[in-house]
């Protein structure tokens, strides 16, 4: 029996899409790193993805986390953290009540750290809601 086909672009309606920007940040700040990306996947695909970037950055984030605490990959993470830095950075300070600053704050612990580890690893990076009434 064939699975039906997933919707490559859903469209979500405002309350879906808050539940699932706020389900992405409950896993990523569980470090369910993979599941969160799962979560904001969802609105990236969707037919209204805005800020696109935002989104892709956090998805971003959260794969390359699960590369490296998952995965044990040292070296995508690298790579893939360089990517949501770039698509992160127009929205510091902050972005849909997110503390974007802070996120890019870990980003470029986790990015030193990988490109010469030595010493305690940096923290798991979380994600801060700084207005709870602008997620979503």
């Known amino acids: 029996m064939q699975e039906p086909r997933k919707n490559l672009h859903p469209t979500l309606p405002p309350e879906e899409r808050r539940r699932l920007f706020w389900e992405g940040i409950d896993l990523f700040n569980r470090g369910e790193f993979f599941a969160s990306h799962e979560s904001w996947e969802e609105i990236w695909r969707s037919t209204t993805p805005e800020?696109?970037?935002?989104f892709q950055g956090m998805i971003q984030v959260a794969a390359a986390m699960h590369?490296?605490?998952g995965l044990n990959r040292p070296i995508a993470p690298i790579r893939t953290l360089g990517k949501?830095?770039?698509r992160l950075e127009p929205f510091a300070p902050a972005s849909h009540g997110v503390d974007v600053e802070d996120l890019?704050?870990?980003v470029r612990r986790w990015q030193?750290?990988?490109?010469?580890?030595a010493g305690e690893r940096?923290?798991?990076?979380?994600?801060?809601v700084l207005d709870p009434s602008a997620v979503g």
């Open 67 to 69: 590369q490296f605490l």
């Open 112 to 117: 030193d750290w990988l490109a010469a580890p």
């Open 51 to 54: 800020p696109r970037d935002l």
């Open 84 to 86: 949501a830095k770039r």
């Open 104 to 106: 890019l704050r870990s």
């Open 122 to 128: 940096p923290p798991v990076p979380v994600l801060r």
